[in-house]
């Protein structure tokens, strides 16, 4: 009888280990047991930035990850890496997932998996204010210094009005700061941004900036997992639909933009 009861005792701590270890059926899906590493460019306000301390990374997607950690049960770990290295580095595992104001694309969810959209996003043209530069739509940049993200959405948007025959001289950054620091010191005439990123800039006090000209929402921010991890994919599918549900996205979006900009994506 002492025998079987210390089985019993043993099978039990067993069980209770497991589930504690596996919360929310999430054990085994991530590259570290207990957490979710975020690949992240911390250069992108409002959504992922530092703190005035210069070390807590603070933003719509920095809480939006937090949040998706918390409901999968996980410590979220958020690694701060170079746009231009973002997509190696989840190829190479450096991290389990990108969420960093990533467009779903076709020839991104060709290579790897992407959760359900949890914002809209359209381009923009911003110039500084008090500027002898005239623009009202993208074709009036021919002739202009443009500056933009590389390897962004906004390049891709501009690389079709060059093919389609606009001639600009492209100034192409690493750090979206970078382009607006030099358009609001003149070497460049106008940036070309994601909306919602230049509306940070934008309603700042004493900005410098003003955008002239704002395309529809024409693409979709997911989060972005490796090919082939599905099951992390599918729970942090979950997690964003129970997030928008309780209406944590939602507040989200009013801290972050000061509106509620993400709750027609699910009516």
Known sequence: MKKTGIIVAMILLA????????????KGMTL????????????????????KDGKTPLGFDMDLGRAVAEK???????IDV?????????????????????????????????????????????????T?????KPEELAGLRVGY???????????????????????EYDDEM????DLKNERCDAVVSDALVAVDYVNKPDSPYQVVWQGPAQEFFGICLKKGNTKLAQAV??????????????KLSEKNFGEDIVSSLRK
């Open 237 to 250: 599918d979950k997690a964003l639909d129970d997030l928008f549900a309780d209406g944590t996205v939602k």
């Open 132 to 136: 002898s530069v005239s623009v009202t």
């Open 82 to 130: 170079a746009w231009e290295g973002i997509f190696a580095g989840l190829d190479t595992d450096k991290y389990d997932c990108i969420i960093s104001a990533v467009t779903i694309t076709d020839e991104r969810t060709a290579h790897y998996e992407f959760s359900k959209p949890y914002i809209g996003n359209g381009q923009s043209i911003i110039i500084k204010k008090g």
């Open 149 to 171: 993200l590389t390897e962004s959405t906004s390049d891709v948007f501009m690389t079709k009005l060059a093919d389609g025959g606009l001639k600009f001289d492209a100034e």
């Open 32 to 51: 570290k047991e207990g957490e979710l590493q975020i690949g992240v460019n911390i250069a992108y306000p409002p959504f992922e930035y530092y703190d």
């Open 178 to 181: 970078n382009a607006f620091a």
């Open 72 to 78: 999968l049960g996980l410590k979220a770990d958020i």
């Open 15 to 26: 069980a209770l280990f497991a589930s504690c270890s596996g919360k929310s059926g999430t």
